[in-house]
């Protein structure tokens, strides 16, 4: 395996040997930002810092990469050779893993020669891109679950597992069911039975006393045959195992149906029962939209697991909202000493200049002004630099530093931005000096 420098797209390559050959290597700032809310939602939760500047800082060509490239294209070869010494040597300056940030604003900053920054694009859009996308899944999920805990337990259909894992205990989910990804970022596990599981034995109640026997504290799946046949079969099965090997029911599991119907069952028939303390858990392709639904009818549910919509960030069909990716971009906004680079095309305009992102009170609005502007009162900058001259300043704040932010942060975020649904538009200001910048860089290029 080589180095991270093939970690991106041909035109890269193709963009930094026009680049050599016209001897540009000037200074370059990009500024990495969503151009809207995934999900239909009202802000973003940041993560992926971490893995972007592991990225970046391990970015290099080795001697079969230089190979490899010579083979693809007639690079010249004194082109070949200078990848061969190239390092990342620039600043990267970004928002903390969890938190609370709105469209259009830098998530991430890189000034760097142009050929690095240039090269560097790919790799870290895909870092932050799928990692804030799940991210902020999963905080819209546990705010839709009202303080009730979320499981992830999406490894069969995740993109990729650990990502999603690590990202959804930053968004606020309290377990996961993927074992080797909990043991990895020291997150609890959890997990109940599968259907298999039961469908192995030849009756539901044999399998339901091998769980009791087998497990100290085990919780059941009720939806295989009849939910409440399977329930009256727990509660036999439950007495007996107490009773005989002082094993405990603590959970029983619905995943299918009318979860809340099924719920209010299967409460009254626990309770009456004297088993108050088993909990019920609701998963069933499951997300922040059918969760707040489902929670509208009140039902007596304990906790939640979600699988697929978590772990690929989906959106929803049925609702019209879309999913699956963030729409992040990696844009040139200043080259050299002087030069405001700047794009105009619709929605997809870019805004010139080395920025600072500034959140003024607790979420009243943020600005965006150029580097060399005063604060604004009661204001605290949200970019923080964290690697200078390729070095990187301090140790980043561990995953669950950035899951105790995120919490921190949505819980100050007014709830008006945080509906799921229809959510308030957050207001994001650009200072006057920004935008003068703007207006005389679209004069420059005959765009006013």
Not at 305 to 323: H, N, P, R
Not at 352 to 364: A, Q
Not at 393 to 420: F, G, V
Not at 433 to 447: I, K, N, S, Y
Request: aromatic share 8%; with cysteine.
């Amino acid at each position: 395996m080589g180095a991270a420098g093939l970690t991106l797209d041909l035109y890269h390559i193709d963009s930094a040997y026009v680049a050599w050959r016209a001897g540009l290597n000037a200074a370059a700032t990009f500024d990495l930002y969503a151009r809207s809310h995934p999900f239909g939602g009202g802000y973003l939760l940041t993560a992926g810092l971490e893995p972007a500047v592991g990225f970046a800082l391990s970015f290099g060509y080795d001697d079969d990469d230089i190979g490899w490239l010579a083979g693809i294209k007639d690079y010249a070869a004194d082109f070949l050779a200078s990848l061969r010494g190239i390092r990342f040597n620039g600043e990267i300056a970004a928002m903390p893993e969890g938190t609370v940030a709105f469209a259009g604003e830098p998530l991430l900053r890189v000034t760097a020669p142009l050929r690095e920054a240039l090269l560097l694009e790919s790799g870290m859009l895909h870092e932050v891109n799928l990692s804030t996308l799940i991210a902020t899944k999963a905080a819209r999920v546990v705010g839709a679950a009202r303080g009730k805990p979320v499981a992830e337990f999406g490894l069969r259909r995740a993109h990729e597992p650990y990502t999603a894992v690590r990202s959804a205990w930053i968004g606020g989910c309290a377990s996961t069911s993927f074992l080797d990804a909990a043991r990895r970022y020291a997150i609890p596990a959890t997990g109940t039975i599968p259907h298999a599981l039961v469908q192995a034995f030849p009756t539901e109640e044999d399998a339901f006393r091998a769980v009791a026997e087998t497990l100290p504290e085990f919780t059941l799946l009720l939806d295989t045959y009849d939910v409440e046949r399977a329930l009256h079969t727990a509660v036999a099965v439950a007495r007996d195992a107490e009773q005989r090997h002082g094993h405990r029911l603590t959970a029983v599991r619905l995943d299918s149906g009318d979860l809340a119907a099924q719920a209010r069952m299967c409460r009254r028939v626990l309770d009456d029962a004297g088993l108050a303390g088993v909990r019920i858990l609701a998963s069933g392709d499951l997300d922040e939209f059918r969760i707040h639904e489902l929670l509208e009818q009140d039902p007596p549910i304990d906790a939640f697991g979600v699988g697929t919509a978590m772990a690929v960030g989906a959106g929803s069909a049925a609702l019209g909202v879309d999913g699956g990716s963030l729409a992040s971009v990696y844009k040139l906004v200043w080259y050299g000493d002087e030069r405001a680079a700047i794009k105009k095309a619709g929605e997809k305009s870019t805004w010139p200049g080395r920025k600072r992102v500034w959140r003024v009170g607790s979420f009243e609005h943020d600005v965006l002004a150029l580097e060399d502007e005063p604060a604004p009162d009661g204001a605290r900058e949200l970019l923080e630099v964290v690697v200078t001259e390729g070095t990187l300043l301090d140790e980043l704040p561990t995953h669950h530093e950035a899951r105790a932010l995120a919490a921190e942060q949505l819980d100050r975020l007014p709830e008006r931005y945080r509906r799921p649904i229809d959510p308030d538009p957050y207001p994001v200001e650009r200072s006057r000096q920004l935008r003068a910048l703007r207006d005389a860089a679209l004069v420059e290029h005959g765009l006013d």
